[in-house]
């Protein structure tokens, strides 16, 4: 019995083992985009867990699948539309625009990407190339190429987002703004703007953030600023909560950066990849909806279909939150686009959009202290992990813990600092 339901799981591997991985990968990328916003907030372990996995699982599945689909092209003429999905996973790969890097040691690992970008494209060409000749249908061609085009362009811009995320390069950025901007003229304009806007001023707020994250950059790049590089008695510091509310959406801000692509999105060739991402989807799914799918099998077809019209749907979703983004607002209110800033600003208090820039209340910590007063040799965990070439795992994940900050406390803090930094700056 067991040796007769091994070999009808073999005869289901081989039959549709590719169309399973081809569709766990598309499910990998619908459940990034969903629920990586997690970890803005306050979320179960077991949830973090699972997005930890999918996100390790989404890039091995789509390129253990791109390199097995030349083998299904070859092996008979009812399946050559498995190499139409080439470009798919090579878009799969470059995920979604909510998760880039799960930690910031994959920002680090950007190169490797860029590799294999370089290799997996190169498979993707050769499936396509193999798939040309065998195709009857010239618009399927054509549908084929365009998603090579927009896979080819996402993975590029993950890879591009995950340099621009990494601490190297956010230094870098530091030392080439220096102190310059922190007394740019527009500073007063930001806080001319911001204070004073009454109970419901979220979204002046966010502006004001975005406007002032060149100083949050600098202190993440551990840029030394003293009083006098910070002319504090030039600015109209908000107090009371709009500080703390303030102080969240520079975090968050700072979260886009480091673990999604908003750094890149919001850039002109941001905005070209998704203009062209959009249009080039939308052309393929039409392309390949009158072309004739005779000959081939159902489940492919099926799940062709599938594809293209998730990819569209994940591309309008993708647009729309760049255009409804908060650093879509601050860029029409540096270009003074008043009435378009308007209508979005209009727009994002309606879906209550700025409460989303919270932060979840807590800081993952690395106990210095612990890790000194106690010797991994003395207990079995921390042997155990030594002998494996585990000990600097084992030191990161038992010293280390989430410590919880109460919002009143922080509060508090930030109102007792500003006003010395006022005092000092003053007496300087």
Known sequence: MAAGEGGRLVQFWNELGIQTLVLLSFTFQVFLLVVAGIRRRKASALLMLLLWLV????????????????AITNSSPEHHLVAFWAPFLLLHLGGPDSITAYALEDSRLWLRHLLTLVVQALGAVYVIYSYVPRSSSTLQQQAAVLMLVVGVLKYAERTWALKCGGTADIRRRAEKWGTVYLNSIWTERVWSHVVDRGDDNEEELLIGAYLLFFLCIHLFAGTVISPSDLDMSRLSLPRGQDVYRLVEMEMSLMYDTMYTKARVIHTWYGYCIRAISLVATTVAALLFQFSSRRGYSGVDVAISYVLLVGTVAMEIVSVSKTMGSTWM???LYRLRRDRLLGVLKYIRRSFRAARRRRWSGSIRQYNLLHLCTHEDRSELGGRLASMVGLGGWWSTA??????????????????KTLPRMDARNSRA
């Not at 996100?55 to 030349?70: C, E, K, P, R, W």
């Not at 109460?406 to 109102?415: G, V, Y």
């Open 329 to 331: 607002c601050a860029w």
């Open 55 to 70: 996100y390790l699982l989404a890039d091995s599945t789509a390129i253990y699948a791109l390199g097995h689909l030349s």
């Open 398 to 415: 038992h010293y280390a813990g989430t410590t919880h900050i109460s919002a009143t406390d922080l509060r508090e803090l930030l109102l």
